[in-house]
Structure formats: C-alpha cells, structure tokens
Nanobody, 114 residues
Framework: QLQASGGGLVQPGGSLRLSCAAS????????AGWYRQAPGKQRELVSL???????NYAESAKGRFTISRDNAKNTVYLQMNFLKPEDTAVYYC??????????WGQGTQVTVSS
C-alpha cells in the first residue's frame, strides 16, 4: 500500500512537500513517480526517480520540483517550490517495476490559489 500526504492550499509562489510512504519491504527495488490530474484533464507524469536514484522531470516541473527518496523510510518525496495556479491538481504517487504490478497511492489534493 502507498499512503500519500502533504497536499493542501497554498498561495502562488509558495511551497509544499508531498510524501508517499510504502508499506512492506519492496520499496527499495521499485522505481517511483509522482503524477497529477487536474479537473477535466488526463493524468500526467510530474517526476520519476529510479531505484538507483536517477531522476526525471516533466518540463513544467523542471527547476521548481525536486523528487527524492528515503529507502530506509520506504518513502518518496516531491518538494514543490514556486507553485503556480496551474499546478492545482490531485497528485498521485506510484511505484513500479518492470514485470511487476504497479502500486498507486490514493492521491492528495494540491490547490494553488490566492
């Protein structure tokens, strides 16, 4: 199971840190990602981090968001800075591994508004 947290209401230019904690002992072997879905839009990739720590970002997230993981805590984080209204969405975490089932978190709402 994945438990996402850290969403909320923030003003433009503000910051939030999302967390996604995994239960069990599989986390270390899985890649992890953050996705988001705004109302009326498809779910989109925000950022990925491999099991080895390599990262990748959507263009909209580059320079503002940072993904990280703490394998000892089975947790992946998304630090979001300089938030914009267009970042408003439900954010989902996922862990995945080729040839294995994907696991999704339940989503956490991020609202950027003044």
């Amino acid at each position: 199971q994945l438990q996402a947290s850290g969403g909320g209401l923030v003003q433009p230019g503000g910051s939030l840190r999302l967390s996604c904690a995994a239960s069990g002992n599989i986390f270390n072997a899985y890649h992890a990602g953050w996705y988001r879905q705004a109302p009326g839009k498809q779910r989109e990739l925000v950022s990925l981090i491999t099991s080895g720590g390599a990262t990748n970002y959507a263009e909209s997230a580059k320079g503002r968001f940072t993904i990280s993981r703490d394998n000892a805590k089975n947790t992946v984080y998304l630090q979001m800075n300089f938030l914009k209204p267009e970042d408003t969405a439900v954010y989902y975490c996922k862990i995945f591994r080729p040839g294995h089932v994907d696991y999704w978190g339940q989503g956490t709402q991020v609202t950027v508004s003044s």
